[in-house]
Structures are given as C-alpha cells and as structure tokens.
C-alpha cells in the first residue's frame, strides 16, 4: 500500500516554491573573544590592518569614524562574488544614537568600507586618530560594561576601540531564506492591494477582510518554516540540540538574506549583504537595542570591486 503524502493547501504550496525560488548561500561567522589571532587577520574591532598609504576614513564633515571589522579574503572558506584575495575593512559612525541616515546618494555619511587589493603586504596594526570620538559618544552600552553611576548621573568612559574579537568561518556555505514573505530576491507578493490577492488566489476579490486572513494565514506558515531555518543554524553550524531551549545567540555573516530586528529592507532591490554584524555584549558590541549592523553593496559595485558606495543600516529590536 503506498504511502499518503500529506495534503498541501494552495498557501503553503506557493510559500514551498517562494522559499525554493529565494535560497542564498551565506558564509556564517563565529567569534571569540582571544588575545591572539594564531596567525589569522580577519577579526571584529581591535586596531585594523592598514597600509601606509591608506587613510583612516571619515565622514563628509571631517570626523573620524570607528573601526568595525576585518575581513581577509584569502582565509573566507568560499567566495562567491566576494574578492578572492585583499583584505576589505568595515568602519561606521559608532556614536551615542547610531541612526545612520538612509541617504541613498552619500552613503559616506554612515560608514565606510575600504578594499586593499595588493596582498604583497597586509599592513600594520593603526591607531585611531586622535580626534576619534569615544565609542557611543561615551556612554557604555553592553552587560560587561556596565555604566557606572555618580549622583544618578552616567559616568562617561572614554573607550575608541572595540574589544577584539578573532574571526572564524564555518566551513560550507548555509542556504538561508528571508525573513519574511515580503523580503526576497523572487517576492511572493506585493504588499496590499487586490493585485495581491488576486495573485494568491487567481481571483478577484475587494474584500479586504479575507485578503487580511489570508496574510496571517501565510505569514504563520512562514514564520513556522523560519523556525526550522534557526534550528537548522542551531544544530549544523552551532553544534546545538535543536529541540531545546538553550540560545546559540545572533551570528553575524557575509552574502545570502542577514538577519535583522524589523524586518528591514536593503536598500535596493540588487543590493547584496556584504556584511551583517550582531550585538555581542560581551564585546560592548552594541547595535540598537541588541540589533545588527548591515552593509549593503549593489551587485554592480561588488562586480567591478568598487566598495566606495557601500550603505549601512543599523536597527535595534
């Protein structure tokens, strides 16, 4: 007797074909906290690596900003669209506030991405300029720096680099999906409107209330399949049970869809996730309220290995 598959409805099987359509390949980044590198540059905070014929970038009014992240392309366990060799360094404005402007025509404003391509030498470690504001203008942010508090006033510290954190890969590309049924290099659908629910149904339909349902309908579906995709994160690349309660925390990652807070959108629809950093406490690693920082590319750019339009987002929960 052969066996029943189980019924499909019309729903889940457009979300089985969605999230088929709109898999990417990610490299998943794990980091520690360690004195030493063993020998490897790519790294979150500390002092980066740059040549003496490179500037420490700054925004359009001439202030510094801060160092974020390393990334030597010769140690990535894959590449894709990314560089094979040069080393690509992450700065962005790590001030008190950290609302990056979503200006699509300065991205300079936010951040910065610097690409040496020359492997004949990795450069030296470089202090900040002295005019390099303290990190969040001051004011602590994360658990293991804890504020501390004179007369019911904040305590500034004056702290301008980021805990260093060595960087390592995991090792075969992740197929990640997107967040939601509205993100997607392939959408499910527009957003509202009768096209939208004449485009899941094949009918017309004004009735806004059924068209309602059948978003919650789909979003919880999907939300469920999102739930498999963390376990899924939990158990092959954090070595986790996946049934169980215990956190493997936010990664951080390069290509494929990053995680966000809000649901964010990149800022175009070909703009690629060059890099997307997770609050770390340990590290006062701090985006938002425990959020991520995402750099933004457009294939383009990335193509002809031009890194001087990069966008940033940072968003908190």
Request: overall charge negative; charged content about 20%.
């Given at each position: 007797m052969s066996k029943l598959l189980p019924f499909k409805s019309r729903e889940e099987k457009m979300l089985d074909a969605f999230v088929e359509q709109n898999r990417e390949p990610a490299i998943?980044?794990?980091?520690?906290?360690?004195?030493?590198?063993?020998?490897?540059?790519?790294?979150?905070?500390?002092?980066?690596?740059?040549s003496a014929r490179t500037d420490w970038p700054r925004d359009p009014n001439g202030k510094p900003l801060h160092f974020l992240a390393q990334i030597d392309c010769e140690e990535l366990p894959w590449?894709?669209?990314?560089?094979?060799?040069?080393?690509?360094?992450?700065?962005?404005?790590?001030?008190?506030?950290?609302?990056?402007e979503d200006d699509v025509d300065d991205p300079t404003k936010n951040c910065a991405v610097l690409y040496?391509?020359?492997?004949?030498?990795?450069?030296?470690?470089?202090?900040?300029?002295?005019?390099?504001?303290?990190?969040?203008?001051?004011?602590?942010?994360?658990?293991?720096?804890?504020?501390?508090?004179?007369?019911?006033?904040?305590?500034?510290?004056?702290?301008?680099v980021h805990v260093e954190r060595a960087i390592?890969?995991?090792?075969?590309?992740?197929?990640?999906?997107?967040?939601?049924?509205?993100?997607?290099?392939?959408?499910?659908?527009?957003?509202?409107?009768?096209?939208?629910?004449q485009a899941l149904r094949g009918e017309k339909s004004s009735d806004a209330a059924k068209q309602i349902a059948l978003e919650g309908r789909l979003g919880e579906a999907f939300d469920k399949r999102r739930r498999e995709f963390t376990k899924a994160v939990a158990r092959d690349?954090?070595?986790?049970?996946?049934?169980?309660?215990?956190?493997?925390?936010?990664?951080?990652?390069?290509?494929?869809?990053?995680?966000?807070?809000?649901?964010?959108?990149?800022?175009?629809?070909?703009?690629?996730?060059?890099?997307?950093?997770?609050?770390?406490?340990?590290?006062?690693?701090?985006?938002g309220d425990a959020g991520f920082c995402t750099f933004w590319i457009a294939e383009t750019d990335l193509a002809r290995r031009d890194f001087s339009q990069v966008h940033g987002q940072i968003e908190g929960a």
């Open positions: 998943i980044i794990l980091a520690r906290i360690a004195d030493a590198q063993g020998g490897r540059r790519s790294k979150f905070g500390g002092l980066p690596l740059l590449h894709g669209r990314l560089p094979e060799t040069g080393m690509l360094s992450f700065f962005g404005r790590d001030d008190e506030e950290q609302i990056w040496d391509h020359d492997t004949s030498t990795k450069g030296e470690a470089r202090q900040p300029p002295s005019d390099l504001p303290p990190i969040g203008d001051g004011f602590r942010r994360a658990a293991n720096c804890a504020p501390s508090w004179d007369g019911g006033q904040c305590t500034p510290h004056d702290c301008k390592q890969f995991h090792s075969k590309p992740f197929m990640t999906i997107p967040e939601t049924i509205y993100h997607g290099k392939a959408p499910l659908a527009e957003f509202g409107g009768d096209g939208w629910f690349v954090f070595q986790k049970d996946a049934n169980s309660n215990e956190a493997f925390g936010d990664y951080s990652q390069m290509l494929g869809y990053p995680n966000t807070s809000q649901g964010a959108l990149p800022p175009t629809e070909n703009s690629i996730c060059l890099l997307n950093i997770a609050s770390d406490n340990s590290a006062d690693f701090y985006f």
